[in-house]
């Protein structure tokens, strides 16, 4: 860890003498009431560069290319970010230098339906950014798409229309040659349909609502086998960076309703990629299934209490910071999360909690992002969670009993059960001549659980069965190694 310290320090001295402020943002409109539209712009600065405006302007434009409006927002330093919960000046927590978080707000009128623009651009970017030709003259041209409907167009429950936004922060570091993920989670309120994939930054053109894509960008370089991605599913960004410095990427989500394109939403922003080292890792979370895409899926049903226990390890540090986000957290029934310790300082536990209701049940799983932060990288994970109608039964779910980890073991042990009602679990390890050397009975509520047993025995093997209530049985060999 002391080495990488030492190269981080060497990085950003290289690092601020080629840095400008701003590191990218993204803009959001949420209609408010009537005709009239919230703006929020986003910006992400780096400690390092000089300080941001206090005011900042951007202009809407209708379906023609004509200015409607020109918006200035004044920098409310006390003001609370409506998406990320931060206020305005903070930086994103756990990341080995400072990376702030400002947001710019106005309202508008619009009257008239149609097709708007809302657009923002500053001079300059980074000249560190190593996939643009020549980043120092490029500019950064934030922008989005939105309808607005008018009374006679839509029903009256689809009169308003709230672009889509990004409810996960932007990732800044990842190591390098090392297999990492992220996911910005793109969410609509209105439930219109999203589609999202890696796009082009766009800079400044006179008279262009939305600029121009950058000539000679190119996706960041990517080890040999591997390429700069996005799943089409999940909107996870995979990414093996084969280089260190900073380079620069745009993801973009467009929202379709009725089949019809009516909304488009970007981020532009940086990725540092520094030299390696480790990142936190999600323990194996046997007793889910898995969608068609290896997606893991828990399962929950209406009127039942769920809970999923998760864990993390990185060896490298003993505080990992765990966050969730999605869809379910912003219900008006919000599932929620705690984070929890282990007898591993190394490890820790989080905890996914919900009582849904028929309300909440639905065909499509809703999509959760766990985020992992070590202080220095972080990494994302995405997990579906299936709400099942109450009438569907329980009898059409399974109780499974998951795959002792780690074995071999010299410690802690984990074995993860997912229940199908509120049941007694019972646990004997016996030894090798068919000794009882620990029995463990305990009661669960139906969902999702691991077991955690220490485990004191002497090195050899053993045997372990677990028995559920409802008649299941799963017999196991744990090898010890001390």
Not at 20 to 45: A, S
Not at 60 to 73: F, K
Not at 277 to 306: K, R
Not at 468 to 480: M, S
Request: hydrophobic share 40%; net charge negative; glycine share 6%.
């Amino acid at each position: 860890m002391k080495q990488i310290f030492t190269l981080l320090s060497i990085f950003f001295i290289n690092f601020q003498l080629f840095a400008t402020h701003l590191m990218g943002g993204e803009i959001v409109v949420q209609h408010d009431q009537g005709n009239n539209y919230e703006i929020l712009l986003t910006l992400y600065r780096d400690t390092l560069g000089i300080q941001i405006n206090n005011t900042q302007d951007f202009t809407i434009y209708d379906a023609n290319g004509n200015q409607v409006i020109t918006a200035t927002s004044i920098l409310d330093p006390m003001s609370m970010h409506p998406i990320f919960g931060l206020q305005n000046g903070s930086v994103l927590p756990m990341f080995p230098y400072g990376v702030e978080v400002y947001h710019y707000s106005a309202i508008v009128s619009l009257p008239n339906a149609g097709t708007y623009t809302v657009s923002w651009s500053n001079c300059c970017r980074n000249a560190a950014i190593q996939n643009l030709p020549n980043p120092s003259s490029n500019d950064l041209q934030l922008f989005t798409e939105f309808t607005v409907y008018g009374n006679n167009n839509m029903p009256p429950l689809n009169f308003s229309n709230s672009s889509p936004f990004f409810m996960v922060k932007p990732v800044v570091f990842l190591p390098v040659n090392t297999p990492w993920q992220y996911n910005p989670l793109p969410f609509d309120p209105d439930g219109d349909s999203l589609s999202w994939s890696l796009g082009v930054p766009h800079e400044e053109n006179i008279g262009s609502p939305t600029g121009i894509p950058i000539s000679g960008y190119t996706n960041p370089p990517s080890a040999s086998g591997t390429s700069f991605s996005i799943d089409p599913l999940t909107g996870t960004i995979s990414w093996t960076a084969s280089v260190q410095g900073n380079f620069v990427y745009t993801v973009t989500c467009e929202e379709f309703r009725n089949g019809l394109k009516i909304g488009e939403i970007r981020r532009d922003m940086q990725f540092i990629v520094l030299p390696p080292g480790p990142v936190p890792q999600l323990l194996p979370t046997n007793t889910l299934s898995s969608t068609f895409n290896g997606v893991p899926l828990a399962l929950a049903m209406a009127d039942y209490p769920f809970t999923l226990n998760l864990f993390a390890v990185d060896s490298s540090v003993s505080t990992i910071l765990a966050e969730a986000f999605g869809e379910p957290f912003v219900l008006n029934n919000p599932m929620t999360y705690i984070q929890g310790t282990t007898d591993d300082p190394f490890k820790t536990k989080l905890s996914l909690m919900w009582s849904p209701t028929d309300n909440e049940a639905r065909e499509n799983p809703y999509l959760v992002v766990i985020r992992l932060m070590n202080g220095t990288f972080s990494m994302d994970y995405s997990i579906y969670v299936k709400v099942a109608e109450n009438n569907v039964g329980v009898e059409e779910l399974k109780s499974n009993i998951g795959n002792i980890f780690p074995n071999p073991s010299s410690s802690l042990i984990s074995i993860p059960v997912f229940l199908k009602s509120n049941q007694e679990v019972k646990v004997n390890i016996y030894d090798n001549v068919g000794k009882i050397m620990k029995s463990i009975n305990e009661n669960f509520l139906m969902g999702n659980h691991c077991l955690m047993i220490q485990n004191q025995f002497i090195n050899g093997n053993y045997i372990v069965e677990t028995i559920l209530e409802d008649g299941t049985r799963n017999v196991q060999q744990l090898i010890v190694v001390n």
